[in-house]
Every structure is written in C-alpha cells, then in structure tokens.
T-cell receptor
C-alpha cells in the first residue's frame, strides 16, 4: 500500500528565515498532495495543495513543489513568523479514496 | 474554521465498552472520511462514506464500523474498546462530486477518546 515519509520530524528556524519540509510517497498513482497545519489541540487545517498535473504552486509565503518522477513533494515557507509554529502534515491521495498522511514535522519559529 | 462539527468533544470509556462518535459534514459535502490520530502521529485513515455506502477502508479491524445518513452526517462505532484505541478521532468532509476540489478534505475539531 501507499507509504508517505516526511522529513525532518522537528525543525527550528529563526523568525524571518525559510523552512522546508520534504515528503516522499510510494504509489505512482497518487494524484493529489495536500499539506495541513495542526496547532496544539486544534483540527488539521488545509494550507495548500497540489495536483499531479502541476509542478509548483504558491500562495503568499507558502509554496509547494512536486516531482512526480522522483515521487517527492516539498513545502516551503518563507519569512517565517512565530504563528507558523505548529505541526505540519503532508498527505498523498489517489482517486479520492486512499488517504495516507506523513508522520508530521514539528516546526518551531524562534523569535 | 470549517463547517464540520463533531460530538462529543471528549469521551472516557473502559476496556470492552462500545462507543459512538458523530460527525456533521460541511454544507454541500456528501463524502465523509474518518481518521484516528494517536498522540504525536499523523492521522490514520479508517474509512470513507459516500452516499451512505462505505467507499474505502484503511487497515482497521471490523470492530471499527460506520454509518452515513441521508443528510450526510456520519457515525463511527468502535466495539470492544482496547487501550490502544485512545486517540483523537477526526472526521473530514469533501465536496460533492462534480463540484470543484472533490478530493479536498476539511477536518472537524475531533473527539478525544480515552480508554481506561
């Protein structure tokens, strides 16, 4: 079955620096790759997503890149702020039915 | 915040008991998925319901079962509770097929289940 790996498990950056989180997936049939942000005690919140027919997508300070050949995708956060501190999850989904999440990355933005 | 709601917020049960968790999907969404999130881990897919039928299932035993109602709300039932069932249970709804972004999932706040 599908497997999603996510690295690093923890990441600390200085405020204003960039943060990059990388995920790899195993099933080449995966066609949709969302990223979720989960603050302590709260629900996962969709922050950006990308589909397999697109290589890159950007939304203000957040961007996601997808390399279908290598089966990996990455989240890029620029100009990090303290409120970006949270756990980030990537996921790989195919045909709207098989949903697999990565184990998460705990991002800490230090003032 | 999404329009997905869940009840109850917290629940404490003992081993061997049964539990029912409830989820109301966002308006216009007819697909509901359930996840188990253990502490410090990513959500694990339990199953999905579409138009009142199970539409995909993860690696969970049959004592995890579900229902979807005509109004698209859903229940997750867990029988013979085990200590390892202690987790945050999340439901997520997705838009109706034919609309945009039918595979995008919007999560509810979750139900924290503790099994003693």
């Amino acid at each position: 079955g599908e497997n999603v790996e996510q690295h690093p498990s923890t990441l600390s950056v200085q405020e204003g620096d960039s943060a990059v989180i990388k995920c790899t997936y195993s099933d080449s049939a995966s066609n949709y790759f969302p990223w979720y942000k989960q603050e302590l005690g709260k629900r996962p919140q969709l922050i950006i997503d990308i589909r397999s027919n697109v290589g890159e997508k950007k939304d203000q300070r957040i961007a996601v890149t997808l390399n279908k050949t290598a089966k990996h995708f990455s989240l890029h956060i620029t100009e990090t702020q303290p409120e970006d501190s949270a756990v980030y999850f990537c996921a790989a989904i195919y045909y709207g039915q098989n949903f697999v999440f990565g184990p998460g990355t705990r991002l800490s933005v230090l003032p | 915040e999404t329009g997905v709601t869940q009840s109850p917020t917290h629940l404490i049960k003992t081993r061997g008991q049964q539990v029912t968790l409830r989820c109301s999907s966002q308006s216009g969404h007819n697909t509901v998925s359930w996840y188990q999130q253990a502490l410090g881990q990513g959500p694990q897919f339990i199953f999905q319901y579409y138009r009142e039928e199970e539409n995909g299932r993860g690696n969970f035993p049959p004592r995890f079962s579900g229902l979807q109602f005509p109004n698209y709300s859903s229940e997750l039932n867990v029988n013979a509770l085990e200590l390892d069932d202690s987790a945050l249970y999340l439901c997520a709804s997705s838009p109706t097929p034919g609309q945009d972004r039918t595979d995008t999932q919007y999560f509810g706040p979750g139900t924290r289940l503790t099994v003693l």
